[in-house]
């Protein structure tokens, strides 16, 4: 099955700068790789995702990139505020499955 | 997206009883997933809910201890039967719809079994 792996565990940033969370997949059949950010209390909340026709997403302040051959894929937010300080997961899905593998999660804080 | 709700929102139980949480979308939805996510943990997920047939549950779960309904395209209920401390996590219904099949979250029913 596939598998996912998310670095940094924990990411702390000073408000105003960037934060960059990487993740890798194993499973070359991957094409659909999303992203969640998770504020405490709450349930995942889907922020962006790609498609693996493309190499590059953006939306506003946030961004993700896929690299196929190297198997992995990024999330960049620029000019973070305090309100993107929470738990960050990237997930991956391949075309002949149904369910999204995680990764571990991404803990950013963003310190004022 | 489809709006997802969940009931209750948190519950504290007492070992060896059961609890049924209740997720409702607020439109018809193709496929709805369980997942469970312990303290600190990422998400795992327990089972897809097929409408009007069995789940399908993952390696490691079990429908004596998991029992799931989806009487139609718009709600399931998963019931922790039997519960320890261990059972202690965050439950979250979630759906996958749209065009492109975007995969959503509820809020989540938060357990703690004394």
């Known amino acids: 099955g596939e598998n996912v792996e998310q670095h940094p565990s924990t990411l702390s940033v000073q408000e105003g700068d960037s934060a960059v969370i990487k993740c890798t997949y194993s499973d070359s059949a991957s094409n659909y790789f999303p992203w969640y950010k998770q504020e405490l209390g709450k349930g995942p909340q889907l922020i962006i995702d790609?498609?693996?026709?493309?190499g590059e997403k953006k939306d506003q302040r946030i961004a993700v990139t896929l690299n196929k051959t190297a198997k992995h894929f990024s999330l960049h937010i620029t000019e973070t505020q305090p309100e993107d300080s929470a738990v960050y997961f990237c997930?991956?899905?391949?075309?002949?499955?149904?369910?999204?593998?995680f990764g571990a999660g991404t803990t950013v804080t963003v310190r004022a | 997206s489809a709006v997802i709700s969940q009931k209750p929102s948190r519950d504290i139980c007492q070992r060896g009883t059961s609890l049924t949480i209740q997720c409702q979308v607020d439109s018809q939805v193709t496929m709805m997933f369980w997942y469970r996510q312990q303290p600190g943990q990422s998400l795992t997920l327990i089972a897809t809910a097929n409408q009007g047939s069995e789940a399908t549950y993952e390696s490691g779960f079990v429908i004596d201890k998991f029992p799931i309904s989806r009487p139609n395209l718009t709600f399931s209920t998963l019931t922790v039967s039997n519960m320890s401390p261990e059972d202690s996590s965050i439950y979250l219904c979630?759906?996958?719809?749209?065009?492109?099949?975007?995969?959503?979250f509820g809020p989540g029913t938060r357990l703690t079994v004394l």
């Open positions: 979630s759906d996958r719809t749209g065009p492109y099949n975007e995969q959503f």
């Open positions: 790609i498609r693996s026709n493309v």
């Open positions: 997930a991956a899905r391949d075309s002949n499955d149904y369910k999204l593998s």
